[in-house]
């Protein structure tokens, strides 16, 4: 692997006909480059027992720019778990926080956290998170640098707190609010939110709504404010009634997905697979164990009391169903 190769560069030194400098003599931005391509298993626990440079490295705030750890928040069941984390690495971003990616936030006070903490923040995917319109609104502000935001699967966020990013998130350019079938199956209506969508984002270029309750009009509205859109995503929009000859003479630039789910009945083949291979992992989740002595956010034995699960990383799992995937309305 990678981290044994560096390790062993590390650990043995250069041959002596080799004028190449040592890891532990690069810069530590280039030891974040390098390390952000590793899991985040081996950056928390191996690489900061290498060496004194390396161990800087991943403390500060060189790896953590881009902070993806939608993977594991999938399977972190305890939300103290998730807060934790999220509290620990965006502390050693140390504000140069540009990209995050995490799911399944279960409160108010976590996503102010990382509002708290996005003066550089560019991209922002929190999908499948609990929080709340006032949540939202009351931090909506200091997300005024945001480009990208996913908001897939919040079922609790509606148009106010959709007003609130537009009006302060000027720069926004892709807008992702996906939802569940079954999460709108009681709703009338999204054509607020498209409202609040059309009204407060005329810069977006990518807009996906799959499986809205949206109406024609609601969808009709946001072509005629969002000039800029060259992605449109209305899968599962069954109460849109356009077709693509319409999308072809009106909008010829403008990549359309949708209303209708193409090819349904393979991607349901491929969803049950995935459902199958899902329930029959008998392993259990090993959470990562924290303790509350110093500082908050650090973890016992320098960021872990208990070893990893085998089968954490495994390439089969993958619970991130995609919404082209589920049921046509009937």
């Known amino acids: 692997s990678l981290l044994s190769d560096l390790s062993t560069v590390e650990a043995t030194g250069m041959e002596e006909d080799c004028k190449l400098r040592n890891w532990d003599e690069l810069i530590p931005d280039a030891l974040g480059l390098i390390f952000s391509h590793l899991p985040l298993q081996e950056v928390l626990t191996v690489v900061p027992r290498v060496c004194k440079a390396w161990n800087r490295a991943v403390t500060g705030p060189y790896c953590w720019q881009e902070i993806d750890i939608e993977l594991w928040s999938n399977r972190c069941h305890q939300s103290d778990h998730l807060d934790r ?5 965006i502390n050693r971003s140390s504000g140069s926080l540009r990209k995050l990616s ?9 996503f102010s956290f990382i509002a708290q903490h996005a003066g550089s923040l560019k991209t922002l995917k929190v999908p499948r998170s609990c929080l709340s319109n006032p949540g939202v609104v009351n931090v ?3 997300l005024s640098s945001l480009t990208f935001l996913d908001l ?3 079922c609790k966020v509606g148009p106010e707190a959709i007003q609130a ?3 302060h998130c000027k720069s926004l350019t892709e807008f992702s609010r996906n939802m569940h079938p079954l999460d709108v199956a009681s709703v009338v209506s999204h054509d607020d939110e498209a409202y609040a969508i059309a009204s407060t984002m005329p810069k977006l ?3 996906e709504i799959a499986y809205h309750r949206v109406s024609t009009e609601g ?3 946001i072509l005629s404010s969002c000039i800029f859109l060259e992605f449109l995503e209305l899968r599962g929009c069954w109460d849109v009634q356009l077709d693509n000859k319409f999308f072809k003479e009106k909008f010829p630039d403008m990549k359309v997905l949708g209303p209708r789910v193409i090819g349904f009945y393979d991607m349901i083949n491929d969803w049950e697979d995935c459902c199958s291979d899902y329930f029959s992992d008998g392993s259990d989740y090993l959470a990562w164990e924290f303790l509350e002595d110093g500082e908050m956010g650090e973890f016992y ?3 872990f009391e208990h070893g990893w699960d085998d089968n954490f990383y495994a390439d089969r799992f993958n619970i991130d169903l995609e919404p082209h995937i589920w049921p046509p309305s009937p």
């Open 140 to 142: 909506a502000e200091k």
């Open 152 to 154: 897939s699967y919040c």
């Open 301 to 303: 034995d320098d960021e």
């Open 102 to 110: 995490v799911t399944g936030l279960q409160n108010d006070s976590i």
């Open 165 to 167: 990013i537009g009006k």
């Open 85 to 89: 984390m999220l509290q620990m690495l």
């Open 219 to 221: 969808v009709l509205k």
């Open 205 to 207: 270029k990518r807009l």
